[in-house]
Nanobody
Framework: VQLQASGGGLVQPGASRRLSCAAS????????LGWFRQATGKGREFVAA????????FYADSVKGRFTISRDNAKSTLYLQMNSLQPEDTAVYYC???????????????????WGQGTQVTVSS
């Protein structure tokens, strides 16, 4: 499956932004989908994940209550609604997918099989 992330840009602190990730090549059927981010000079950090059933979204503590992950399986599109953005949210955001990942590995980048190219989000006044 090929993943294409979009929606990044420059936003002011406190603002909102929605990222999208469109899949092609095959549908999202059966895939767990996730978002990671990578700030300059840092490792890839887990943001959120959502199973095929759309139940029990899983979030990093740093974004819980501010970010919402969702998916439209009919459109094969994953979303990340980001509210109350802060400068520390500045990073390249990547979408990712796996059919075989288990819950205990959701925060591990190497546990995912497919990655999008990333979209830059910069939070600055």
């Amino acid at each position: 499956v090929q993943l294409q992330a979009s929606g990044g840009g420059l936003v002011q602190p406190g603002a909102s932004r929605r990222l999208s990730c469109a899949a092609s090549g095959r549908t999202f059927s059966g895939y767990t989908l996730g978002w990671f981010r990578q700030a300059t000079g840092k490792g890839r950090e887990f943001v959120a994940a959502l199973k095929w059933t759309n139940s029990n979204p899983f979030y990093a503590d740093s974004v819980k209550g501010r970010f919402t992950i969702s998916r439209d399986n009919a459109k094969s599109t994953l979303y990340l609604q980001m509210n109350s953005l802060q400068p520390e949210d500045t990073a390249v955001y990547y979408c990712t997918a796996s059919r075989t990942i288990i819950h205990s590995n959701l925060m591990i980048p190497t546990a995912y099989d497919y990655w999008g190219q990333g979209t830059q989000v910069t939070v600055s006044s």
